[in-house]
């Protein structure tokens, strides 16, 4: 069974940082993308960042460009989520998601409170 789990979330001030962390289970991750989305409340879910399989192909959505920052470990098959200057608009659940490629997401985390004081 494929499984998805997030940590790191929480409450800081804003212009602080955290780091979100998402293991993966249950199969090779290896070659599939990984990414982060986020809601918040009262708002659609959108796409944040993702990595590529070989994690050489990185995107991220233009609010977080320049503060945000993708990783993943294939050894460990984990990626990470780097944020930076964080601002109280970036409040929302952070969920980890996997797929084929960068486009197209089949399996998702729980998600991860991050809640940013202004």
């Known amino acids: 069974q494929v499984k998805l789990v997030e940590s790191g979330g929480g409450l800081v001030q804003a212009g602080g940082s955290l780091r979100l962390s998402c293991a993966a289970s249950g199969r090779t991750f290896g070659n599939n993308a990984m990414g982060w989305f986020r809601q918040a409340p009262g708002k659609e879910r959108e796409k944040v960042a993702a990595?590529?399989?070989?994690?050489?192909?990185?995107n991220y959505a233009d609010a977080v460009k320049g503060r945000f920052n993708i990783s993943r470990d294939k050894v460990e098959t984990r990626i990470y989520l780097q944020m930076n200057s964080l601002k109280h608009e970036d409040t929302a659940i952070y969920f980890c998601?996997?797929?084929?490629?960068?486009?197209?997401?089949?399996?998702w985390g729980q998600g991860t409170q991050v809640t940013v004081s202004s």
């Open positions: 998601t996997a797929g084929p490629n960068i486009r197209t997401w089949g399996y």
């Open positions: 990595i590529s399989g070989t994690g050489d192909i990185t």
